[in-house]
Structures are given as structure tokens and as C-alpha cells.
């Protein structure tokens, strides 16, 4: 592939999802990935599910980041793991504020992932590549589209080197995002984020959980098929490898594949871009 790869994971909750990520792993190294990010927190995942699995990667000889969220955090804390996560090699994170379980308060010693990410900077300096979250869709709790750009540039002046996107299946989105980021000065790569689809219900249960839009086009189609599992995995193939397609033709600097811990549409994708 000419465009660089990374692969997103989960931290896995069992032995045997460990055991399976790892065979996963491996057969998307063959692809060569820039790195591979592993998420913290989310889902009711535990930071040492994340600090684990990061450790694994790096023991693999590829590249680990390791996602980084700051909601509840306090300084003292955010301090250590810092200094843990360096003495083990990481050499990226991707810096969140991330999402409070219902019924918590804000609490913590950081409002907005521009926080963390200053205090990253001013903490270790350039020990760490950073990436940063961007919405081309707009983040749900955004008060405006235009407050939502700018808290976006903001993290990028904070220090950020890098963005990836929350995944989308409409490019005009990213690529306004791009253009209205480059007239505030953001000239950083904003990577897109990918989610293959190869289940109806569980893409459906995401993006109204992240306010990722499905094109009504494909949300009739993906319910026209009901629980032909084989149709809908053809089908979102074919809509991914095009978004993909589209994405590297226009400029992409990279593509960030939310794996969901599954190899086989991954890799069918990057090999039909290849191939094209
Ligand atoms: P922020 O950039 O802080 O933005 C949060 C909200 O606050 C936005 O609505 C923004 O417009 C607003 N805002 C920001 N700054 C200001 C300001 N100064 N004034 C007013 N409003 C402001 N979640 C996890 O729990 N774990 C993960 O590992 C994880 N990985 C992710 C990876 C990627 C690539 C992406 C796109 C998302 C990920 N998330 C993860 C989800 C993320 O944590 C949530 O979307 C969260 O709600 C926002 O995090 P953020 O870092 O974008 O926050």
C-alpha cells in the first residue's frame, strides 16, 4: 500500500481474547502498519487491559500508542503514568479526554483534551508523538459546529502533532473539516478513521453512541439485507474499500482502521486498494 496503515484494538477482557487478538495482530503486520493504538478506558476496559496489550505490541517490534484519556484524571496521576508509559518505550500516544460512565460528575484536574495535551507537552517535552481526536461530523456534545473547529485547533496549538477522525462514510465531511481546519493554520495530517462494516446492528449501536452519520442510503441497504451476515459483509466491503479508494485519491495523508479486534475485512480492504 502507498498510504500509511494503523490499526486500532481494544484491550481484550479475557485470556482467550488476548489469545485471539494476538493471532489478529500478526496477520495484520503483514501490512505493515506505521503503529498500532490500543483504546483506554472505553467500553469498561481497564487502563491496565490497555497498558498490557500496548506492552505486547511493542515486545512484537512494531509500534504501539496508547490511547490516553483524561476525564477524572488529576495531574499526580496523569504525571506517573506518563513516566510508566515511557519506561516502557511508548513513543505515541493519542491524547482524549474521553467519555465519564452516566451518572459520574466531570470531577478531575482536566476539562478538555487540550488540557491533557499541554500538560503532556509541558511534562515530558517531545518524548511523545501526539495524536489527537478530530470530528468531521461533529462531536455530539459540541455547542456549534464553529465552537467544535475551534476546540479542535486548539488542541493542535496545545501541541498535537497529528489528528485521526472519528469514522465517517461521507468524504465532503472530512474534507470540509480539512479545508476549514487549514484556514485556522492547522496544517497537521488529519488521518481518517475507517470502520469496516461487517455487522448491521453493532455499526448501528456505535454511531449513535459517537454520532458517526450512516448515510440513509446505506442504513436502508444494510437493513434490507436483515441477517444475510454474508450480504452484508459483501456489501460493506465494497462501500469501505470505495470510501477508502476515494480518501487515498483525494489526499489522505493515512488510513486509521478501527479493527474491532477482527482481522479478515481489514485486510480484504487494503488488499482490493492495492490491487486498484
Ligand atoms: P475534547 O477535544 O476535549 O472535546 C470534547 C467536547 O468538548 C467537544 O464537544 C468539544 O467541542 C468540546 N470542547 C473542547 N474544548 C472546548 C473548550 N475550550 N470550550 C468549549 N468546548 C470545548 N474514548 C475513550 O474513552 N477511550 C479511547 O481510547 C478513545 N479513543 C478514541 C480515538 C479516536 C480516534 C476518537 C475519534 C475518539 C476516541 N474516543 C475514545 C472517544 C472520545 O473520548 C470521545 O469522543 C470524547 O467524548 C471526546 O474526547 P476528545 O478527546 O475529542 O475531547
Given at each position: 500500500?502507498?498510504?500509511?496503515?494503523?490499526?486500532?484494538?481494544?484491550?481484550?477482557?479475557?485470556?482467550?481474547?488476548?489469545?485471539?487478538?494476538?493471532?489478529?495482530?500478526?496477520?495484520?503486520?503483514?501490512?505493515?502498519?506505521?503503529?498500532?493504538?490500543?483504546?483506554?478506558?472505553?467500553?469498561?476496559?481497564?487502563?491496565?487491559?490497555?497498558?498490557?496489550?500496548?506492552?505486547?505490541?511493542?515486545?512484537?517490534?512494531?509500534?504501539?500508542?496508547?490511547?490516553?484519556?483524561?476525564?477524572?484524571?488529576?495531574?499526580?496521576?496523569?504525571?506517573?503514568?506518563?513516566?510508566?508509559?515511557?519506561?516502557?518505550?511508548?513513543?505515541?500516544?493519542?491524547?482524549?479526554?474521553?467519555?465519564?460512565?452516566?451518572?459520574?460528575?466531570?470531577?478531575?484536574?482536566?476539562?478538555?483534551?487540550?488540557?491533557?495535551?499541554?500538560?503532556?507537552?509541558?511534562?515530558?517535552?517531545?518524548?511523545?508523538?501526539?495524536?489527537?481526536?478530530?470530528?468531521?461530523?461533529?462531536?455530539?456534545?459540541?455547542?456549534?459546529?464553529?465552537?467544535?473547529?475551534?476546540?479542535?485547533?486548539?488542541?493542535?496549538?496545545?501541541?498535537?502533532?497529528?489528528?485521526?477522525?472519528?469514522?465517517?462514510?461521507?468524504?465532503?465531511?472530512?474534507?470540509?473539516?480539512?479545508?476549514?481546519?487549514?484556514?485556522?493554520?492547522?496544517?497537521?495530517?488529519?488521518?481518517?478513521?475507517?470502520?469496516?462494516i461487517t455487522s448491521s446492528t453493532q455499526l448501528m449501536r456505535f454511531s449513535d453512541?459517537?454520532?458517526?452519520?450512516?448515510?440513509?442510503?446505506?442504513r436502508?441497504?444494510l437493513q434490507?439485507f436483515g441477517d444475510?451476515t454474508?450480504?452484508i459483509?459483501?456489501?460493506?466491503?465494497?462501500?469501505?474499500?470505495?470510501?477508502?479508494?476515494?480518501?487515498?485519491?483525494?489526499?489522505?495523508?493515512?488510513?486509521?482502521?478501527?479493527?474491532?479486534?477482527?482481522?479478515?475485512?481489514?485486510?480484504?480492504?487494503?488488499?482490493?486498494?492495492?490491487?486498484?
Amino acid at each position: 500500500m502507498d498510504l500509511p496503515l494503523s490499526f486500532e484494538f481494544f484491550p481484550p477482557k479475557t485470556a482467550e481474547g488476548a489469545e485471539k487478538l494476538r493471532g489478529v495482530r500478526q496477520q495484520l503486520y503483514a501490512l505493515a502498519p506505521e503503529f498500532c493504538s490500543v483504546t483506554y478506558g472505553a467500553g469498561g476496559s481497564t487502563q491496565e487491559g490497555t497498558f498490557n496489550a500496548v506492552r505486547e505490541i511493542l515486545a512484537e517490534g512494531v509500534a504501539a500508542a496508547s490511547h490516553f484519556s483524561c476525564v477524572g484524571a488529576t495531574r499526580a496521576t496523569v504525571r506517573e503514568q506518563l513516566k510508566m508509559l515511557k519506561a516502557m518505550g511508548v513513543e505515541r500516544l493519542v491524547a482524549l479526554r474521553g467519555d465519564l460512565p452516566s451518572g459520574y460528575g466531570v470531577g478531575g484536574e482536566f476539562q478538555y483534551a487540550s488540557d491533557l495535551v499541554a500538560f503532556i507537552r509541558a511534562e515530558t517535552g517531545d518524548d511523545f508523538r501526539i495524536e489527537v481526536a478530530a470530528y468531521p461530523e461533529i462531536h455530539p456534545q459540541a455547542r456549534s459546529a464553529d465552537a467544535d473547529l475551534k476546540a479542535f485547533v486548539a488542541k493542535v496549538r496545545a501541541g498535537a502533532d497529528s489528528a485521526i477522525t472519528q469514522y465517517f462514510y461521507n468524504t465532503d465531511a472530512y474534507f470540509r473539516f480539512v479545508d476549514d481546519a487549514l484556514k485556522l493554520g492547522v496544517t497537521t495530517p488529519v488521518v481518517p478513521g475507517i470502520m469496516p462494516i461487517t455487522s448491521s446492528t453493532q455499526l448501528m449501536r456505535f454511531s449513535d453512541a459517537c454520532g458517526a452519520e450512516i448515510p440513509r442510503w446505506i442504513r436502508l441497504r444494510l437493513q434490507g439485507f436483515g441477517d444475510d451476515t454474508a450480504s452484508i459483509k459483501a456489501f460493506g466491503l465494497d462501500v469501505v474499500t470505495d470510501l477508502c479508494d476515494q480518501l487515498r485519491c483525494a489526499g489522505a495523508p493515512g488510513l486509521h482502521f478501527y479493527t474491532m479486534n477482527q482481522s479478515a475485512a481489514t485486510m480484504e480492504i487494503v488488499r482490493r486498494l492495492a490491487a486498484a
